[in-house]
């Protein structure tokens, strides 16, 4: 109950102060002639004490935003001094890799390869787009350092193979831009996360990750030196995975293309991925400010075929939340975990896509998956490797991201451990 009066007071509560805040002073200025030298007197003169209805719904108003406003406070108090439940921290620690075996206790919400490296610290607000700040781009391109020459040998030894050859004849071998570093800065009342990037290519993230998926030690190393706040050593891809929530509370799942031979095609994901390019953060000189903003236009657009004069009409621009920064265990990779509201519902959603023209159509069926139905889908896998047969690995932990952000995590648990009583009542 709690988390659910305090996920309405953000989600509603500035349009609720904003209607009483315009009604008050609307009301006040209407009362007080031009030039007055005792406004408060002559507001109060101002209603006829015989029938002083106006006087009495001003002051209610005023009660009301005082009410708001300290209730805001309390319930911000009450869940900040909230943990997550015992129960639902042993679920998280069984249905984690092995590759996050050496950081699956450390903080930060963990299911199936993805762990949170940070978090917002209101996971009901997120941080707004321009609460994203690109602090550095490092000038110098990634390469290996001597420190790293095994990896040198190896990637000077796939740059003979076929699979380096058909990424370069293709004109493939595209700039990447991969997270170097990120921190949080330490205000009260200004959160913002800073990120540093670096140039790398697409080679040698395709080389970082295949070889981290052969070498399970070597990874589980690398994971545990990200969470060490080192960085990142290794070249990575940013990537935007993106949690689309319609009009009527359904997320999106989409069915993976089978032609995307390096992202689990034929299984089901609960974002859309979109990795940063250089046109999103900058002109070649400036920085983007609003990069986030431009990034998931640009996902609309390659994903969904929806430009940008129908693009504001059909996402809720002010609802985008980035929840989190993510560590894609299953490679070597980070992402911004990131929901935004549609103005439409699924059907309706679902209906329009049927009439656009997709430039990079990146998956093959359509579902949508209530919000409430989170706790009970995810209760129904008792192990990893039956959750792989069907999802994304990393689906899970973004689902629960998503269920937070709009119900809070004790209600996840307690959802969750009655779908699971029920599906062992079932048998």
């Not at 108090?77 to 996050?100: K, V």
Request: aromatic content about 14%; overall charge negative.
């Amino acid at each position: 109950m709690v988390e659910w009066l305090y996920s309405l007071s953000v989600k509603k509560g500035n349009v609720a102060k904003g209607f009483l805040l315009t009604y008050i002073g609307s009301t006040f200025l209407n009362a007080i002639p031009a030039g007055s030298s005792q406004p408060w007197k002559d507001f109060i003169s101002h209603f006829d004490p015989k029938n002083s209805w106006s006087l009495h719904f001003v002051c209610i108003a005023m009660i009301c935003l005082a009410i708001i406003m300290i209730a805001e406070v309390v319930l911000k108090r009450i869940m900040d001094n909230r943990s997550i439940p015992h129960t639902l921290s042993g679920e998280m620690l069984q249905h984690s890799a092995d590759t996050l075996e050496y950081v699956k206790e450390l903080t930060g919400y963990s299911w199936g390869y993805d762990k949170v490296l940070y978090m917002a610290k209101d996971i009901f607000c997120g941080w707004k787009p321009e609460d994203i700040v690109i602090d550095q781009v490092i000038a110098t391109k990634f390469s290996f350092s001597d420190s790293k020459s095994e990896m040198n040998e190896g990637y000077q030894e796939y740059c003979k193979t076929a699979d380096y050859e058909n990424i370069v004849s293709k004109g493939n071998n595209s700039p990447r831009w991969m997270l170097a570093n990120a921190q949080p800065n330490f205000s009260k009342t200004d959160k913002k996360i800073f990120l540093t990037l670096r140039e790398t290519d697409w080679s040698l993230t395709s080389y970082v990750w295949n070889y981290f998926r052969n070498n399970m030690d070597k990874l589980q190393e690398a994971v545990k030196d990200a969470y060490g706040g080192n960085g990142a050593l290794y070249p990575n891809s940013l990537c935007m995975h993106l949690v689309i929530v319609t009009d009527d509370n359904k997320v999106i799942l989409t069915k993976i293309a089978n032609t995307k031979r390096n992202d689990y095609p034929a299984k089901w994901a609960a974002t859309i991925g979109e990795q940063l390019e250089q046109e999103d953060f900058t002109d070649g000189s400036n920085i983007n400010k609003q990069f986030i903003r431009k990034w998931i236009q640009r996902a609309f657009s390659e994903e969904f075929g929806i430009e940008e004069q129908e693009y504001h009409t059909i996402v809720d621009d002010g609802s985008i939340a980035v929840l989190s920064i993510n560590m894609e265990a299953d490679i070597y990779n980070f992402s911004l975990m990131t929901v935004v509201q549609l103005h439409q519902k699924y059907d309706n959603f679902q209906e329009y896509l049927r009439k656009t023209i997709v430039k990079d159509k990146e998956f093959i069926f359509m579902e949508g998956l209530p919000i409430k139905k989170i706790p009970q889908l995810m209760a129904q896998y008792k192990t990893l490797e039956e959750m792989n047969e069907v999802f994304h690995p990393s689906t899970f932990l973004r689902l629960f991201m998503c269920y937070i952000h709009y119900y809070g995590v004790n209600h996840f648990a307690e959802s969750y451990q009655k779908a699971k009583n029920e599906k062992r009542r079932s048998g």
